[in-house]
C-alpha cells in the first residue's frame, strides 16, 4: 500500500484488542515524534507514555470517561514543554520566555501536534489504530497533578494506540474541492455552503441508528464499550430540543455554544496555573 492509501484508509479507532504493543514498536512511534518538525527547532516537547491500568482509568476519566482510554493499551500524552528550554536558557545564563510569548506558545502546540501526527501515520502503517483525545484540555490542572506535570508544562494532547478491535466505515468528510482555494480565498455562495454539508452528512432521517453512526460514532462506540445508556440519551437531548438538521445537532448537543465558550474561563486558568503569562 501506498503513504496516500495509507492515509485515505485511516480512521480514528476506537474500539482496541487486549494486546500489549511491543516495546520495540513504541519506541519506534516516540522516535518519529521525537523526529518531527519543530518551530526553529526547539523540541518543546514531552511525551508520557502510558500503560499502566490504573494510570489509564485515570486518564479516561480525565477524558471525561471515554471508555476507550482507558481500554487501548498505550496512551500518549502530548505536552507542550517550556520548562526543560527554561532551565537551559538558564544554565547557559540566557533568558527563554515561551511562557510569555504567544508566537513561542502557537508554534509549541502545532510542533506538538506535528509529532503525534506523525506518530498516527507510523501507527497506522504497523497496524495499530489510533484515536486523539482533545477532551484532556478540560482537566489540565488535575492531569498535571496526578501525572506529577511540572510548571511551565501543558498536557494538551492524548493519543490512544492499539490493535484495532473494529474500524469505522463511514466517516463523512466534505468534497476535496470544498476546501480548496486557487491563489486567493473564494468565498462560498450560501447554497454552496448548504450542499457542501448537506453532501457531507445527509439528512437527519428517520433511521437515527444510521444517522449517529455517520455523524457521532463515538456514541455507538460508547454504548458498545459501557453498560450506560449513553445512546438513549443523545437521542432524548435531540428529542428535546427539537434537532432538524446537522448543524443544530453538533453546535447545541454535541458542543453546545454556550459551555464551549464558558469552557474558556476553565481553560484559561489552568493554563496560567502552570505559569503561563500569555493571557
Ligand atoms: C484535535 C482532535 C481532538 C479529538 N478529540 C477526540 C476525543 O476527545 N474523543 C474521540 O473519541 N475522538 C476525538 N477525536 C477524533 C475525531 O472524532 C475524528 O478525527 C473525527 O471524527 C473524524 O474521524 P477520522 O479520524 O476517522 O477521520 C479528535 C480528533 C482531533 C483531530
Known sequence: ?????????RRSVRAFHD??????????LMDVANNAPSGGNIQPLSIIVVRNPESRNKLSELAGGQPWVKNA??????????????????????????????????????????AAQNVVILAESLGLGSV?????????????????IPEYVLPLMV??????????????????????????????????IQKAFDDKYGKIDEDMEKYLERAFVEALEAEKQETTRFLDRVKKEMKRLDIQNN?????????????????????????????????
Not at 502530548?78 to 537551559?88: G, S
Not at 492499539?162 to 450560501?190: A, D, F, N, V, W
Open 1 to 9: 500500500m501506498d503513504t496516500y492509501e495509507l492515509m485515505m484508509k
Open 19 to 28: 494486546r500489549e504493543v511491543p516495546e520495540s514498536v513504541i519506541e519506534k
Open 73 to 114: 493499551p498505550l496512551s500518549m500524552i502530548f505536552c507542550l514543554d517550556f520548562y526543560r528550554v527554561k532551565k537551559w536558557a538558564e544554565l547557559c545564563q540566557t533568558d527563554f520566555r515561551g511562557e510569555q510569548a504567544l508566537n513561542h506558545f502557537l508554534i509549541a502546540y502545532a510542533d506538538l501536534m506535528a
Open 132 to 148: 486523539y483525545i482533545g477532551s484532556i484540555q478540560h482537566e489540565i490542572d488535575e492531569t498535571r497533578k496526578y501525572f506529577q
Open 159 to 192: 493519543l490512544c494506540l492499539g490493535y484495532p478491535k473494529s474500524i469505522p466505515q463511514h466517516i463523512p468528510k466534505l468534497k476535496r474541492e470544498t476546501i480548496t482555494h486557487h491563489e486567493k480565498y473564494q468565498p462560498l455562495e450560501k447554497e454552496a
Open 247 to 279: 448543524a443544530q445537532f453538533l453546535f447545541k448537543v454535541r458542543y453546545p455554544t454556550k459551555v464551549m465558550v464558558r469552557m474558556n474561563h476553565r481553560i484559561k486558568e489552568s493554563i496560567q496555573n502552570a505559569g503561563f503569562k500569555i493571557f
